[in-house]
């Protein structure tokens, strides 16, 4: 299965880093972008105008929706830019690549995107509500020593102090902390939703399922994606449901901890079927 990584900078200095890094381990460089607000990748996709801040914030947000589809989090790297900062992202990387590709990125100290979140919105900001946050659709945080850790001297104190540059002479937003700084997410070809008849499949059950009980779709949705994406992954070819079931049910509860596998193991199930049957 294709991941998409996703890290935030404060520094484009750092992020051009991590990219090198990235390129002399044999990614592809070409998979390999960096976004802000007066990169080429976002300006290009539109004829916008610098000194209209609407029309860029809405370029923005068109084009991390194009990448991560539907997810949550394109609220965030999409706010990330429009405050100054660097959005790096890697598209394809295997399976056997993902974890070497994320150990990379962190050498460089990538923010934390939910603690910045939380803290933006303390702020007023209300781009992405809080309530997608416990919902992340088929994204992976890492675990393991903090991010500092590995970036060069001097560095890290710069990017904080950077940080509270960029946030508008308010205090300064938290530090960043071991395990949610760089993401993955399936690449959007393997999600439902790319599919106009996997997505409305996925609706249909919903509707005869859950929304009787009060449940939104956007609630269910992460379910039927992470099932459908680990059908297709070859970590689980092959296997049963019975088989993969105490593994899926663990990396849920890591990436989902306000969500109970118990709650939602059946829209799983009815995803992954959907590939395998």
Known sequence: MAHTLAAVFVLRDMAERARHDLITAGFPSANIRLHDAGGDDISAAENIHRDDSDNLLDN??????????????????AEAVRRGHVVLTLEGASDADIQRA???????????????????????WQGA???DSAMRQGASMQSGAPSQQGTPAGNVNAAASTSQQFAGGMAAPPPSSAGANVRRYPGADNLPGTSYDDEQYYRNHWSSQYASSGGRFDDYDPAYRYGHSMAGSDSYRGQSWEQVEPELRSNWEHTY????WDDFKAAVRHGWERVTS
Do not use: C, M, N
């Open 257 to 260: 901890p306000q969500s109970a």
């Open 102 to 124: 994320t150990d990379l990125v962190e050498r460089y100290a990538p923010l934390d995107i939910d603690a910045h979140a939380e803290h933006w919105r303390a702020g007023g």
């Open 60 to 77: 923005i947000k068109h084009f991390f929706t194009d990448l991560f589809g539907s997810h949550a989090d394109r609220h965030i790297y």
């Open 129 to 131: 509500p809080t309530s």
